[in-house]
């Protein structure tokens, strides 16, 4: 019983930073798209005339035209993204105090006192992975992931103007963050 305590409370440390990535990804990948939403020159990298007259289907499929017009297709995807965070957050809320505290209780189980240590380590641990989400460098699927979010509402935002370009305009007027990205489709328009 005791040596199953010590793999366990040895075993609550890899498992808290495992989870804890998880549950800060979110915040990388919004971190990662507000960076590139910000840069003109990554948004030219990234979006050609090309891109947005013969997407990929993975992007493409996004921007389909639907009965609401493209408002919908901006709220849906937006949505789509929001929840896919949220039921990921939500899952791993419950789970990450009972890893900490269960780590504290197995730990105390197998070496005594010092098991206690295990809870502050593994909360050590989530800030670590908290700190690291909003400082430092972007991984390259989270920058892949951030890229491709980008391009399908640069996708959806070009489909859009090209439909109905008062209501796009007006659209990307109320949403602040998406000027430089107007302003680089806009280039892309004229050429």
């Known amino acids: 019983m005791k040596v199953l305590c010590i793999i366990l409370a040895v075993v609550s440390v890899p498992a808290t930073l495992l989870l804890s990535n998880l549950f800060w990804i979110g915040f990388r990948e919004a971190r990662g798209i507000a960076m590139f939403l910000s840069s003109q020159d990554f948004l030219r990298r990234i979006l050609t005339t090309d891109l947005l007259n013969r997407p990929p289907a993975e992007i493409a499929r996004f921007a389909q035209p639907q009965p609401g017009g493209y408002a919908f297709n901006m709220s849906a995807f937006q949505e789509a993204d929001q929840k896919a965070h949220t039921r990921g ?103």
């Open 89 to 191: 957050r939500s899952i791993l809320r419950p789970v990450m105090p009972v890893l900490i505290l269960g780590s504290g209780l197995v730990g105390f189980f197998a070496i005594g006192w010092l098991g206690l240590a295990l809870p502050i380590i593994n909360i050590f641990v989530m800030l670590s992975t908290f700190m690291a989400s909003t400082r430092g460098s972007i991984a390259r699927s989270t920058a892949a992931r951030a890229a491709e979010h980008v391009q399908v509402v640069a996708l959806i935002l070009y489909r859009w103007h090209a439909m109905s370009p008062h209501e796009a305009t007006e659209w990307v007027e109320s949403e602040s963050q998406m000027k430089p990205l107007w302003e680089v489709l806009t280039s892309l328009r004229t050429q």
